[in-house]
């Protein structure tokens, strides 16, 4: 995980209960635990550590991709930044479930 989003702890955490979930799921199958913690986790660490590297793209621009950068985020409120990152703040279904 990239640090651009600080979140690398916590998709530990994330993976953990998501495995915990999936055990509890299949009675301790671990070959069908493993196999649906997979296709639960992928889309979302994916799209965290995707955005965390375009992210990092975005810090370290420079030149013409610097200018595009800046003129993106010119006038733009806190707010609105803050609102496009409230997918990664929520925790998904499996971790606001887990018992």
Do not use: K
Request: net charge neutral; proline share 2%; with cysteine.
């Amino acid at each position: 995980m990239l640090q651009y989003f600080a979140q690398g702890a916590a998709m530990a955490m994330e993976d953990a209960v998501c495995l915990a979930a999936a055990a509890d799921a299949t009675e301790g199958d671990f070959n069908a635990a493993f196999q649906r913690y997979q296709s639960m986790r992928l889309v979302r660490a994916s799209r965290v550590q995707i955005s965390s590297r375009m992210l990092g793209i975005v810090y370290h621009a420079e030149g013409v991709g610097r200018l595009v950068r800046n003129d993106v985020y010119h006038g733009r409120s806190p707010e609105r930044c803050y609102d496009t990152l409230d997918w990664i703040f929520s925790a998904p279904d499996y971790v606001r479930g887990f018992r």
